[in-house]
C-alpha cells in the first residue's frame, strides 16, 4: 500500500475539483431558452471539456431565436464565486499590441456612427485587464469599466487611473451609473442571463444610447472545425450575427453595424498603425469570401 503525504490543495486544484464534483453532481437543465424563452431545443453538439479531462460537455440549438447554449451546466452561485475570487497571473494582465490595435480601430469603427456633438461617457462592461478602456481614455472618451473579478478591478483602477466598479451590474450600489455608450468584449458568452445583462445595461443608458457587443461568432471557421474537439467550457452561449441581432432587437435596439469578417489585427500583429482603408479592404474582401472570425454589433437605442 503506497501512502502518499498530505499537503494543501492549490486554489487551482481545489477549485478544479469542486467544479468536476460539481459537474456530476449538480450541474442545472434550462428548460427554455433564456434569450427567447422557447423550449423548443434540440441537440446541437457533444465535445470533451478544455478544462475537465474525460469529461463531456453538451450545447443545445434553440430554434427559437439560434442562438446556441450550453445545457446543463454549472450552478450560478458557483460559477459566480470562482471568478469574483481568482487571482490572475501578471502575463494575464499584460496588454497585447494586437488587441490594442483592434480595441483603436473599433473605437475609429463608434466614432463613425457616433452623434459628434453628444456627450462621450463610455462604459465597459466585463473590462477585464483594460485594454479597450485605455484606448477609449486616449480618444478622448470619459471612461468607467465593471469587472466582476476583484485582483482585476484593482489592477486597472491602480494602473491606468481609470474607475472601475467591482461587482455586477444589478447591485444597488451601482444603480445611480448612467453613460451614454456601453461597449462588451468577450463577455457576453460566460454570462448566465445574456438577455437580463442587456436589459440591466439599458436602464443604465443615456442618449444616443449605444452599445456594441463583441463575441466568439458561432458560424466563424474556428468554431466549425473545432466541432467534436475540446471546447471551452465557460462559453455558455454562441451567438451569430441573426441570434444576437435578434436579441437586441427585441430590447428596443436598432441594429447599426454588424462585423463578423478578418480581425486584421491578427494579420498586422508586428505594426502599431495599420491604415484604415487597408483595414477596411481586409475586412471587405474576407467578407465577401463569407469568412467569419469574430462578431461585433453595434446598435442604438430607439427613441
Ligand atoms: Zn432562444
Redesign the pocket.
Known amino acids: 500500500m503506497t501512502e502518499t503525504s498530505p499537503r494543501a490543495l492549490s486554489e487551482d486544484e481545489l477549485s478544479s475539483l469542486v467544479t468536476q464534483s460539481v459537474q456530476s453532481t449538480l450541474l442545472e437543465y434550462l428548460n427554455a ?1 433564456p ?4 423550449s423548443e431545443l434540440r441537440h446541437y453538439c457533444r465535445r470533451p471539456s478544455l478544462f475537465n479531462k474525460g469529461e463531456h460537455i453538451v450545447y443545445e440549438h ?1 430554434t ?4 446556441v447554449m450550453r445545457n446543463p451546466r454549472m450552478p450560478p452561485n458557483l460559477r459566480l464565486s470562482i471568478y469574483e475570487d481568482k487571482i490572475l497571473p501578471d502575463d494575464q494582465k499584460r496588454l497585447l499590441p494586437r488587441n490594442q490595435l483592434h480595441y483603436a480601430y473599433m473605437l475609429r469603427w463608434i466614432e463613425r456612427l457616433y452623434p459628434a456633438d453628444a456627450p462621450r461617457r463610455l462604459f465597459d462592461f466585463g473590462c477585464g485587464a483594460g485594454g479597450f478602456l485605455l484606448e477609449a481614455q486616449k480618444a478622448g472618451w470619459d471612461c468607467m469599466g465593471l469587472e466582476l473579478n476583484k485582483d482585476l478591478a484593482r489592477f486597472v483602477t491602480e494602473t491606468y487611473d481609470i474607475p472601475v466598479y467591482q461587482g455586477l451590474v444589478d447591485d444597488e450600489s451601482f444603480a445611480h451609473e448612467r453613460f451614454n455608450i456601453v461597449i462588451s468584449a468577450q463577455v457576453f458568452e460566460h454570462l448566465l442571463d445574456p438577455r437580463q445583462a442587456l436589459v440591466d445595461l439599458r436602464a443604465h443608458l443615456d442618449d444616443p444610447g449605444f452599445v456594441l457587443i463583441e463575441v466568439p461568432n458561432q458560424l466563424a471557421f474556428k468554431e466549425r472545425l473545432k466541432r467534436g474537439r475540446t471546447m471551452d467550457d465557460s462559453h455558455l452561449f454562441y451567438f451569430s450575427a441573426a ?1 444576437l441581432s435578434w436579441m437586441m432587437e427585441d430590447l428596443g435596439f436598432e441594429v447599426l453595424h454588424v462585423q463578423e469578417g478578418l480581425r486584421p489585427y491578427r494579420a498586422f500583429a508586428g505594426l502599431t498603425k495599420v491604415p484604415q482603408p487597408l483595414m477596411e479592404a481586409c475586412i471587405g474582401w474576407m467578407a465577401r469570401m463569407q469568412v467569419r472570425t469574430g462578431l461585433s454589433v453595434l446598435a442604438r437605442l430607439k427613441p
Do not use: A
Not at 434569450?35 to 422557447?38: A, T
Not at 427559437?64 to 442562438?67: H, I, N, P, S, Y
Open positions: 431558452c434569450v427567447c424563452f422557447s434553440c427559437g431565436c439560434g442562438v441570434s
